[in-house]
C-alpha cells in the first residue's frame, strides 16, 4: 500500500511514509489516503485525484488565468476544466475581445481611436491658430493692419482650413498628413 496527501484543491501528492506510532501503529492524517499501488507520473498538463475513492488524472489550469470578458487575471485553485469565463491565454490589451479559442483585435474600435486621437489633436490645433489669427483681425477690421500681418492672417486661415479638411484626406485618421502651420514655414 502507498500513501498520498490530499491537498486542498483534491490533488494526491505523493507517495509519502508516515512514521509509526509506539502502540498505535501507522496513523494516517484525516487528509491522506492507501493506495493499493504507487501512481505512475501524471501527464503534462495533468495531476493525480480522487474520483469516487479512485485515482484519477485531471487537467491542472491552477495559477494565473484570465477573465475573457475583460482580460482581468486571478489566481486559479481549482484541478480540472476551466469554465467558459476563464482562459490561459493572457489579455493582449487594449481593443482586444474573446472569442471562445482565442483573443481578437476589434480593428474598429482601434480605427475609433486614432480617429478620436486625431480629432482632439487638430482641435488643439485649431485652437492655437485661433489665438493667432484673432488679434491679426482686430488689425484688419481696425483698418491697421500691416502686409506682413496680412499675409500672416492668410497662412494661419489657410492653415486652419487645412485642418478642418483632415477628414477628407484618403488614409484618415490611419495615415493623416498633417499641414505645416505658418510658424513652421519660416
Request: charged share 20%; aromatic share 8%.
Amino acid at each position: 500500500m502507498k500513501n498520498y496527501l490530499i491537498d486542498n484543491a483534491g490533488v494526491l501528492v505523493g507517495p509519502v511514509e508516515f512514521p509509526v506510532v509506539p502502540g498505535l501503529g501507522l496513523e494516517l492524517p484525516s487528509n491522506a489516503v492507501h493506495l493499493p499501488k504507487t501512481l505512475e507520473n501524471a501527464k503534462p498538463g495533468y495531476v493525480w485525484v480522487l474520483v469516487d475513492g479512485l485515482p484519477e488524472q485531471r487537467v491542472d489550469h491552477r495559477g494565473l488565468v484570465y477573465r475573457t470578458n475583460n482580460g482581468e487575471s486571478l489566481l486559479w485553485h481549482e484541478v480540472g476544466e476551466l469554465p467558459d469565463s476563464v482562459t490561459t491565454k493572457p489579455w493582449p490589451g487594449t481593443h482586444y475581445h474573446w472569442t471562445g479559442d482565442d483573443w481578437l483585435l476589434d480593428q474598429s474600435a482601434v480605427l475609433a481611436e486614432k480617429k478620436a486621437h486625431v480629432l482632439l489633436e487638430r482641435d488643439t490645433l485649431m485652437q492655437h491658430a485661433q489665438l493667432r489669427i484673432a488679434p491679426l483681425q482686430y488689425a484688419e477690421q481696425l483698418q491697421l493692419i500691416t502686409s506682413d500681418e496680412q499675409a500672416a492672417l492668410l497662412g494661419w486661415m489657410r492653415y486652419c482650413v487645412e485642418l478642418n479638411r483632415l477628414e477628407q484626406q484618403p488614409g484618415f485618421p490611419v495615415n493623416t498628413e498633417w499641414p505645416a502651420s505658418p510658424t513652421d514655414k519660416h
